[in-house]
């Protein structure tokens, strides 16, 4: 899993504002599937840039993958659920 994660991979939380309040990848950042269509754009300009996107289960991630793919976005990756990943790949969580 820590391969999903280079330094220069950005990482998307999919989840809630609350449930990125209550405990988040560190460097992670915010997109809520809800808003994600309309946050991208500004967000993530590089639609070459190297993505790894998660939430709290996988359903959410998965969607997100989709809907990214959809947008032109193609180096788009699945990191599945928020526990998992943390795990994998070393990252602490961060709480705000």
Do not use: K, W
């Amino acid at each position: 899993m820590s391969s999903l994660l280079s330094p220069s991979t950005l990482v998307i939380d999919v989840r809630s504002p609350a449930e990125f309040a209550s405990g988040h990848l560190e460097g992670a950042t915010n997109l809520p599937l809800d808003r994600l269509a309309g946050l991208c754009a500004q967000a993530l300009p590089d639609r070459q840039a190297d993505i790894v996107v998660y939430c709290a289960a996988g359903g959410r991630s998965a969607m997100a993958c989709r809907m990214l793919g959809e947008l032109g976005y193609r180096r788009v990756r699945d990191g599945g659920a928020l526990s998992v990943l943390a795990l994998g790949c070393g990252r602490p969580l961060r709480r705000v």
